[in-house]
């Protein structure tokens, strides 16, 4: 006899019910408040030809990339990553636009990682990207939209920490540092690796001071404070430029009294290849993992042919479900009074013409035959349901 295949394979899951209820809430209230910022729908494939996910592009490594063939022998993969799909239809699509392009979307992306055991493999995401728009306002408007996301979803007590890549690659191309030891170090100090960022500059020809920089960018985190301090220590215009595109988007936002949700942090450099200026994550209690990212990718639709500054965000759907399941969080409702209409042969038609009307009003409404249900199963049934009821 043949097993029967009744379970889903290690990372993925089934999600159905009130939980599944709760999660187009959410996705509904999130969606909704992106498009009222003027950004609209996109749809990408879920899956692409490997090497938009793979060489300079850098958004993942190949063996965590669900990989397979066509018939014609072409490689895919399954998107890791909504970004360079819609950095590559833009660049097909709009090549010749040069005015600011929104998009927004919505999907699964599919990670084949064993790094994290016990994690999903497949999760949802919402996002925003902003292209055609290099300017520090693009860079608040991204932060702003954040912000009332998470404050959309009823969360008050989060953090979204903000970084620049530049602040470290000013410090790299200063001090000569090649393109290797630049990503060893992105990637020990992006860990708050301290003991990993000295073997790696050990292994270098720098002068104490300039390894004492390199060595405290884990540490530089905090409030605005933070900036000045780490203005101390460079002499570089690229860095000293990053730190004060920082210092305006603090300001944008304090105009708005949003200040107190954004701290800054220059050791986050993120593993994305392709982020090229300011990055972020966002946290807030009852998660250990970032529940939004997001950052400038200033080159990338420079891969597919088009000229054009980005940037934007990303939402892990799942992760924050977690979050609102953890604090007991409802965010709006898609949902409203759902009736039960109990019947037998002898009214069938009554019924029926009353779940027509109750249907064209948009009221949820499930029908059962008393002919071939008892009492008994019909109450318990109602009672799970949480149904109004109409006996006929």
Known sequence: MLKKLIHTPEGVRDIYGSEYND????????????????????????????????????????????????????????????????????????????????????????????????????????????????????????????????????LDDFQISIGNLEFFKGLCAEYGIDEDKELMLRETINDKSYFGTLDILDSLELKENVKDIFSRMPELFGGIDTLAEAKGYVSNRRSLSAIERLEKIYEILKLNDLQKYVSFDLGMLSKYNYYTGIIFRGYTHGSGDAIVKGGRYDNLLNEFGKSSGAIGFCIMIDQLMSVLKRHQISVGSMTCEKYLITYNESNREKAY??????????????????????????????????????KF
């Open 23 to 154: 999660k187009l809430n959410v996705e509904d209230s999130i969606m909704k408040l992106i498009r009222n910022y003027g950004y609209e729908d996109i749809q990408t494939p879920s899956f692409e030809f490997f090497d938009i996910f793979a060489g300079n592009i850098g958004t993942t490594p190949s063996k965590e990339l669900y990989r397979f063939f066509d018939k014609e022998g072409n490689t895919l993969a399954l998107r890791p990553d909504f970004t360079p799909s819609i950095a590559r239809a833009t660049a097909k699509y709009f090549a010749d636009e040069i005015m600011p392009l929104r998009f927004c979307y919505m999907g699964s992306i599919f990670n084949n990682t064993s790094e994290y055991q016990g994690r999903l493999k497949e999760t949802t995401e919402i996002g925003a990207e902003l292209i055609n728009d290099t300017g520090v306002d693009a860079d608040v408007e991204i932060l702003m939209m954040v912000i009332d996301i998470l404050k959309k979803c009823s």
């Open 353 to 390: 013409e009353k779940a027509i009307s109750l249907r064209h009003d948009d009221k949820p409404v499930v029908m059962i035959s008393c002919d071939e249900f008892s009492d008994d199963m019909i109450a318990d049934y109602l009672k799970e349901g949480d149904y109004t009821l109409i």
